[in-house]
């Protein structure tokens, strides 16, 4: 059973500016940025290094995977408890910012920001793969850290150290340059030992603070929770990792598939070498109603030749496939496979219009229908707490229900074509270097953060705005916060 030590809220009063004009979010980082922003301090990095050995013992993930099936890691018995009920949502009003010009649902993939037609416009880009330096974390100092008090009045005083030092820091880091509200959760040994919400759960709205329990936008993060599940389906023998499966999803969605949408494979889907191409206008310029949707366009059109091309596509097919080996909707099997058996509910596939209570607002262009189409891609709501849960059950040091075997775990954090340790993408993991994984997510007004540190410690956090332009700058933003706190040196 996770513990949380601090569940307090902040009481800051943040007055937001929302102007009618205000812009969209910019990123390097998934799923989305605008692309008509200079994007200030982009570090995409590239994987690089030698051929790895499989920890699945399949054939490594090259630039281009010429695949059968391989032998099945050692089968697993999937929990059976019954998926939580998320389908019944308050809906609750929204503000919205003015609409963009649409582009032509029928253009071909706009992939790249320079073949944009409006300003505005989002579109997918290369993760970054960049990170601090690891410096010693003081685990003892934390977990003897007394708790911040409610308020944030009196915590960044001279002299204020530990978790009021940390809250104080962070909300001055986060609510600034138009966001609305953040959380954050830091979890040690499996055990939540933070978590603290700031700013406002829908301002011009409602006057509600934010609370530990609300749910944010998690964005590309939700592609770790599609990779887990669908590994669960790898381990229990339902299907190769390099079996060809593309004929499988195209009969699902009722389409005739592209020669290269057939040579489709689990691996080449969750490390991103399909050879789908980024289909902007599918997931973002409405030239699709829904991920099924999308996943039609992409079936028909098909794949290119290898290569890591990091594409939302990848899991919007990734999703559909786990409906057609399950015979469940994508999010039952999610819950059946991940979540329910580590205790987690509340977590949905959100629309683009429709929080609902104890879900924060994410300010959002009028006229889109990205949560829609990105589904397994990107669009679940979480909470941080949620996150490190998730992000901890992959850490067998650690009690409790562990989803997959250790060496589908580092075979997750392997990036395609290196080795473990390695930067680049896994599969449904960002590899930063010094054991360190996780996965950042990025849309509109959306930026949120896991990582686990490799030594123990795992945040999360969660931001409502336009702040920071480039998500991996959480990491130096929290690591300000641990400075400050005392729990690790300058």
């Known amino acids: ?23 969209a979010c910019t990123d390097t980082d998934p799923t989305s940025r605008v692309a008509t922003v200079d994007v200030q301090g982009s570090g995409a990095g590239t994987s690089t290094g030698d051929a790895s050995t499989d920890p699945l013992g399949g054939a490594a993930a090259d630039s281009v995977v010429d695949s059968g099936v391989v032998e099945d890691a050692e089968v697993s018995t999937p929990p059976t408890d019954t998926p939580a009920d998320d389908t019944s949502i308050t809906v609750a009003p ?17 992939s790249t ?73 830091v979890s040690i040994g499996g055990d939540v030992v933070h978590a603290r919400g700031f700013g406002r759960r829908a301002p011009l709205l409602n006057d509600e603070i934010t609370d530990v329990e609300d749910r944010f936008r998690i964005a590309s993060i939700s ?20 079996e060809e499966v593309g004929q499988r999803v195209a009969d699902h969605l009722g389409v005739v598939p592209s ?52 594409s939302n596509m990848n899991y919007c097919v990734a999703g559909v496939l786990i409906e057609a080996l399950t015979g469940d909707s994508y999010t039952a099997a999610a819950y059946e496979q991940v979540l329910t058996p580590l205790g987690l509910s509340g977590l949905r596939l959100a629309n683009t ?92 007004n959306t930026h949120a953060m896991v990582l686990d540190r490799g030594d123990g410690v795992i945040w999360a956090i969660t931001v409502a705005g336009p702040y920071p332009d480039d998500t991996p700058r959480l990491e130096s933003i929290i690591n300000r916060a641990f400075e400050a706190a005392g729990f690790i040196s300058g």
């Open 94 to 110: 929204v503000v919205t910012l003015p609409p963009v010009d649409d582009v032509d649902a029928g253009d071909a993939d706009d």
């Open 113 to 185: 920001a320079a073949d944009l037609d409006a300003p505005g416009d989002l579109a997918t880009d290369d993760p970054s793969f960049e990170a601090e330096p690891l410096r010693p974390f003081q685990v003892q100092a934390a977990e003897d850290a007394p708790p911040s008090g409610p308020g944030l009045d009196d915590a960044g005083s001279a002299g204020s150290t530990g978790w009021a030092a940390f809250d104080a820091n962070l909300d001055a880091a986060l609510l600034i340059n138009g966001n609305s509200a953040a959380s954050v959760a």
């Open 1 to 23: 059973m996770r513990r949380t030590r601090t569940t307090g809220l902040a009481t800051v009063a943040l007055t937001l500016t929302m102007a009618v004009g205000m812009v």
């Open 259 to 310: 020669a290269g949408a057939r040579r489709l494979t689990v691996r080449r889907l969750l490390n991103h070498t399909s050879g789908f191409s980024k289909y902007d206008t599918q997931f973002f310029r409405k030239g699709a109603d829904s991920c099924d949707g999308a996943a039609r366009i992409g079936m028909q059109r098909g794949a290119g030749g290898g290569g890591y091309t990091y």
């Open 353 to 444: 219009f429709d929080p609902g209570p104890q879900e924060v607002l994410h300010a959002t262009t009028a006229g889109r229908n990205y949560m829609e189409t990105l589904g397994a891609a990107g669009s679940w709501i979480a909470t941080p707490s949620d996150l490190v849960t998730i992000l901890d059950s992959l850490d067998h040091s650690t009690p409790g229900f562990k989803p997959l075997e250790p060496d589908t775990v580092q075979l997750m954090a392997t990036p395609s074509g290196a080795t473990f340790g390695q930067r680049g993408y896994g599969l449904g993991l960002i590899s930063y270097g010094d054991g360190r994984y996780g996965h950042t997510g990025t849309i509109e």
């Open 223 to 242: 592609k770790t929770i599609t990779a887990i599940t669908l590994l669960q389906l790898v381990e229990q023998g339902v299907v190769g990792i390099d």
